[in-house]
């Protein structure tokens, strides 16, 4: 689980691409710190399980389908990443929860800058339109960011210059492509009213523990 406040910005040292499967080699800078072998880190929004890890270095494999429904199997060495370790019970939770788990791959649609503000438009795919909400909470590439208004076939958001500095939506430019996780409470949401059309049977009760088979 990660909140979407980006630690730190890596950079892309190498990527191995082995049959289906990649390994990946992140720079960090001593940005991330306390990560261990096995620990989950977030690169690009994505929960990747850190493989090795140095001062300035991390390895992860990354799977057939995280290189397929995500962008990091489109990465090239030298591009930059967000990353986020793991959220643990010590840390101060800001931004929101985000999983890790990438819906779908969106684009930069505009992106205007207003002194050291920018609004950016986000195109996301269909089925992930109904997952958003004015004012809500949404993940792209990792960063956590409040919908500012609904457009057709997406979102918008104003990014504050904080953001900026501390993300690579600095440098992301119109036509990029981006991973967007939508708000695990607007998932639960969705699919709540989809059942509730279909109607709330027997089936429905048993699968959501409300009804315990008896032996």
């Known amino acids: ?116 503000f920018a609004i950016l438009d986000f195109y996301v795919p269909d089925e992930l339109q109904m997952q958003i909400a004015k004012k809500g909470s949404i993940a792209v590439n990792g960063v956590s960011l409040t919908v500012a208004d609904i457009i057709e076939h997406g979102f918008r958001v104003a990014i504050i210059p904080h953001t900026l500095k501390n993300t690579t939506l600095a440098v992301r430019k119109q036509g990029d492509k981006v991973n967007i996780e939508t708000d695990v409470i607007a998932k639960y949401v969705e699919r709540f009213l989809s059942v509730k059309k279909k109607g709330i049977d027997e089936a429905f009760l048993k699968e959501h523990g409300f009804i315990r088979e008896s032996h």
């Open 1 to 116: 689980m990660f909140t979407g406040i980006i630690q730190t910005i890596g950079k892309i040292k190498g990527f191995d691409k082995k049959g289906d499967f990649a390994g990946i080699i992140v720079e960090h800078n001593g940005g991330l710190s306390e990560v261990n072998t096995g620990d989950s880190v977030a690169v690009d929004g994505v929960c990747l399980t850190v493989v090795g890890f140095s001062p300035s270095l991390l390895e992860a494999d990354i799977s057939k389908e995280t290189l397929n429904l995500t962008t990091l199997g489109r990465m090239k060495s030298g591009e930059k990443v967000n990353l986020e370790k793991a959220l643990t019970p010590a840390m101060s939770m800001g931004g929101h929860f985000v999983t890790g788990h990438i819906d779908g791959v969106g684009f930069i649609k505009r992106k205007d800058m207003d002194g050291e």
